[in-house]
């Protein structure tokens, strides 16, 4: 799976992704005529388009077997201290429970750091159990709630706002194959490198023993830590101090 930049090539899929992963999330308490009216303002090409190109925004895409199933859209705000937002996450049903939410979430939250956001915040509608659960899975907590335009109605939406500890534990694993064995990468553990991501990676899917890192820049398990603690991929040289960074950002 590749977690990219969305380009107008992906709007289309981004789309029917969109569709399918607010059905499955909402049908239970909004009318689908309701949601079809949102996804009909929120994804329109147009609408998409400005997206790419806005000031402070992002957009990433996870491709598999060269479709879109999932994505996410955030953006910087430009408040004392910057404030990075996630504004909507999506995954299509068919992938979910296969790490795809956390690692663009993940990819998400770096980008925002990098473009200088202090705090992190993330929003999901009301009742929407499995999204609550995600946030709070990724150490956020619960800071309040906004009203939201869903079509012609309002709804209630949480605001969740990144902890100063880690949240629960996310079951968000990834299974690769390494030289003819199952390898687990963990994207619920994860340090920042100075080029992407370095997730921690187990030899069993329990994870009880330790299999090394993945590097989430260049997907590559050829990584090393010397006994300083200082984490480094041969390969393309994304590298992690000893000293790990903060805990809270994850």
Known sequence: ???RDATADDFEAMRRTAAASMH???DSFLDPETIDAAL???YGA????AQVTAEGALLYVAVEDDDVVGFVQAE???KDPVEGRVLWLHVHPDA???GVGSRLFVRAQEALVDAGAERITGVVLEGNDLGTAFYEGHGFTRAGEREVEVGDESYAEAIYVQGESGGTEWESLDEYDVDGRSVYVSYSEADRG?????YTAYSDPDREQKYGFFCGACHSFDVSMDSMGVVECNDCENRRKATRWDASYL
């Open 46 to 49: 147009d609408t998409l388009a």
């Open 40 to 42: 009909d303002e929120w």
């Open 1 to 3: 799976m590749e977690v």
């Open 96 to 98: 979910r429970g296969d």
């Open 76 to 78: 910087t705000v430009s």
């Open 24 to 26: 499955e999330s909402y």
């Open 194 to 198: 100075s080029n992407g991501p370095l």
